[in-house]
Nanobody, 122 residues
């Protein structure tokens, strides 16, 4: 098991920034590719960003490219999502997830956090 706990969500005005964190107490964090997903009200969960085990490669959904940055600190067992230039359409519950490979597919992730709410007001 890889317990994942997200934090850093909240209410922000359009154009603002937030940094989400996802921490785990597991000792095997560096073995997993990590991803962020989000689910807006009435919509299906969608991919946001992913990062390889070492952090050397990242991938983003087109909707967040150049605004969001995923990073990780394996010494702290934590993955981050820096979100800049936030838009009302970024409002969603954000989830972090761990996978045994580098993937953008939701089905490829084995472990999920409980999610953190991000609300962007116009």
């Amino acid at each position: 098991q890889v317990p994942l706990v997200e934090s850093g969500g909240g209410l922000v005005q359009a154009g603002g920034s937030l940094r989400l964190s996802c921490a785990t107490s597991g000792r095997t964090f560096s073995r997993y590719g990590m991803g962020w997903f989000r689910q807006a009200p009435g919509k299906e969960r969608e991919f946001v960003a992913a990062i390889t085990r070492s952090g050397s490669s990242t991938y983003y959904a087109d909707s967040v490219k150049d605004r969001f940055t995923i990073s990780r600190d394996n010494a702290k067992n934590t993955v981050y999502l820096q979100m800049n230039s936030l838009k009302p359409e970024d409002t969603a519950v954000y989830y972090c997830a761990a996978a045994n490979l580098f993937t953008v597919l939701e089905s490829g992730y084995d472990y999920w956090g409980q999610g953190t709410q991000v609300t962007v007001s116009s």
